[in-house]
């Protein structure tokens, strides 16, 4: 089983947390396949067939990207409306996703006890992205665990970045391990 990491950050050289988790991710091949939406289709014309070809062709998708307005980058939701169609991904015929796995990657700006209520964003991280969790359960795939970066406007050191991404390669070898037992 192999990872499909759906990358859309619309300036990922001047990322230093997405790109950080980039450059681990590539580390493991046999694990992840990287997928930089933003440098594939910088013109936001998607090659529908081949985005789908990728989806048959791996078990799990991981979703990367930094949290903007409470949602994803602009061409992550076109990517969505463009390539998850009827009789692909739902509908009669629409079963190519059942059974397939989801998960998020996120960095945030604010500190992760902001995502609460009373505090400056009002809802937890899990309220926030119950979107992509819809769409998930809506296309027949199972939605695993968020993994996330807090914290990128209050200077994360590059200590904490360096750890986030051993985590986070780890979080997914962990479940992809477990998976397969």
């Known amino acids: 089983m192999k990872n ?5 950050h619309p300036n990922i050289e ?5 790109k950080r988790w980039i450059e681990e991710l590539k580390k493991y091949p046999e694990y992840f396949t990287v997928h930089e939406l933003y440098k594939q289709y910088p013109d936001w014309d998607f090659d529908i067939e081949h985005e789908q070809k990728l989806l048959v062709n791996h078990d799990r998708y991981i979703f990367q990207f930094p949290f903007y307005w409470y949602s994803s980058p602009p061409l992550l939701k076109k ?7 009827y009789g692909f991904a739902y509908g009669s015929k629409g079963d190519k996703l059942h059974g397939k796995e989801f998960s998020l990657a996120i960095s945030a700006g ?3 006890h902001e995502y609460q209520a009373g505090e400056a964003n ?7 992205t119950k979107p992509f969790q819809a769409s998930c359960l809506y296309t027949g795939m199972k939605f695993l665990p968020t993994f996330a970066l807090y914290g990128a406007e209050h200077n994360v050191t ?6 986030s991404a051993k985590k986070y390669v780890n ?3 962990k479940r992809l391990e477990e998976s397969l037992k």
């Open 4 to 8: 499909l990491v759906i990358v859309a």
């Open 14 to 18: 001047e990322s230093r947390i997405n």
């Open 79 to 85: 990517w969505f409306d463009d390539v998850l169609t």
């Open 110 to 112: 604010v500190l992760e």
């Open 122 to 128: 009002e809802y937890t991280m899990s309220e926030l």
């Open 158 to 163: 590059d200590e904490e970045i360096e750890e």
């Open 171 to 173: 979080h997914h070898i």
